[in-house]
């Protein structure tokens, strides 16, 4: 209900909508704690299921220690992250009826993450399952981190959520690949299903990083760039050929469980670097918006003061002229009134305001076309994995074959997905494997 001792008028909203602006600034100030503080716990994470990966896979002959250590060093993250939880609790931080629910959703999986670990502790599971249940965990925290990338509202934060989103996506991907590889290296077997999960791994992290490069500031796109040409790249290629290449049934050397998690290890690395200052930025820009914004909320102030205390010339004029008592010869001029020009309206001030939402409203579109693409994809594979009980790796390689052979657009083919019941799929084989 409106406050009745607030008078409705022009200025009281023009000034209630600016202030709006800042409380959003604000509330993704918030949320940028939220997506730091999620990024952390899912690099941890990711390094507790690569150790386990290994400590199964080689039947508790490897990273014993390393394993503990790294539960160690992600219990604190874990405090971390329900303290924040806890914060957006309060209605002023303006998280969304979806935000709380995902948060929920998160909060279930860390509930249960001493259960699990307990499990791996005592090897009463497969490494297969651990790297499942590991996954599965981190899906819901980065679901929670593409819902705050999609509720942005400024085209400049937007930009960067999209970036860290695709790159938390391929750090993810890059992390299951090193724990699915590490599975293969420690237990000293080439298995056909996770070789195929290895690949398609591989393959996701190059789509998410394309993704980054498009949004990322030009400087971060040349770091990532100039660590590709690193000595560990080449070494880490030189192992996914090994792993890649192997016939199914094939001895691997299990020695090289430790350096292939290392290499891995070195690569999603500088992906957190990368991920640490693309954060650092977004924590900036909106400091930077925050104060700009309270600046153009005094200014409107002081001009909606002066316009109140000093109207301009040309209303007096229009008093004037339509004052009966004045002589016909003595009608004043309506255009070019002296002083009119050097002092701003109102109309200019609304005129100013709807120009720059406009503007961001255009500079959005290109984010939010990205986010979208995501969703829809992501409902198609779920259609596919619904309609031909497929995993979502080979749900994802059908809309993939699919778009090649038909020389169309990933996005229009899940386009096509969602609204043909009969679009007709290629089956890939393995469909009945199990996401790792």
Not at 149 to 167: E, K, Q, Y
Request: aromatic share 4%; net charge negative.
């Amino acid at each position: 209900m409106p406050d009745p001792a607030v008078p409705l008028s022009v200025s009281t909203l023009v000034l209630r909508a600016k202030q709006l602006e800042i409380d959003a600034v604000r509330h993704l100030a918030s949320r940028a704690e939220l997506v730091d503080v999620i990024g952390q716990l899912i690099q941890a994470l990711q390094r507790e299921r690569g150790a386990s990966s290994i400590f199964l896979a080689s039947q508790g002959q490897r990273f014993t220690d390393v394993r503990r250590t790294l539960v160690d060093e992600a219990r604190p993250v874990e405090t971390r992250v329900r303290d924040v939880f806890a914060v957006h609790l309060d209605p002023a931080q303006g998280a969304t009826a979806k935000a709380l629910s995902l948060m929920a959703w998160a909060l279930l999986g860390l509930d249960a993450l001493e259960a699990l670990r307990t499990q791996i502790e005592r090897q009463a599971l497969t490494a297969h399952d651990s790297v499942a249940a590991y996954s599965h965990l981190i899906a819901g925290l980065i679901e929670l981190v593409f819902h705050v990338a999609d509720a942005a509202v400024l085209p400049s934060v937007s930009r960067l959520l999209v970036a860290i989103l695709h790159l938390v996506q391929a750090q993810e991907a890059a992390g299951q690949e090193r724990a699915v590889g590490a599975l293969l290296y420690a237990s000293g077997l080439c298995d056909e299903a996770h070789q195929q999960r290895v690949i398609h791994l591989i393959d996701a992290q190059e789509r998410s990083l394309q993704v980054f490069a498009e949004f990322a500031e030009p400087a971060l796109r040349a770091r990532w760039e100039q660590q590709q040409l690193g000595p560990g790249v080449a070494k880490l290629e030189r192992l996914r050929r090994t792993l890649c290449a192997a016939k199914a049934g094939a001895t691997l050397d299990s020695n090289l469980s430790d350096t292939w998690f290392d290499v891995c290890t070195d690569r999603i690395n500088e992906l957190w670097q990368l991920q640490v200052a693309l954060v650092k930025r977004l924590r900036e820009d909106c400091e930077t918006r925050i104060v700009e914004a309270q600046q153009d909320l005094q200014d409107s102030r002081g001009l909606l003061k002066r316009l109140r205390d000093n109207p301009p010339a040309r209303t007096h004029a229009v008093d004037r002229f339509f004052d009966i008592a004045t002589m016909p010869g003595a009608v004043p001029e309506l255009v070019g009134t002296p002083g009119a020009a050097e002092s701003p309206s109102l109309l200019d001030l609304l005129q100013a305001q709807s120009a720059r939402m406009a503007g961001m409203e255009a500079e959005l579109d290109a984010a939010r076309r990205a986010l979208n693409e995501r969703k829809v994809i992501e409902r198609a594979k779920g259609v596919l994995m619904a309609r031909l009980g497929m995993n979502e790796e080979a749900a994802f390689r059908a809309l993939q074959k699919t778009s090649m052979d038909q020389n169309r657009r990933l996005l229009d083919v899940a386009e096509a997905t969602l609204s043909l019941p009969d679009f007709a799929f290629p089956q890939p084989a393995g469909r009945g494997d199990k996401p790792a």
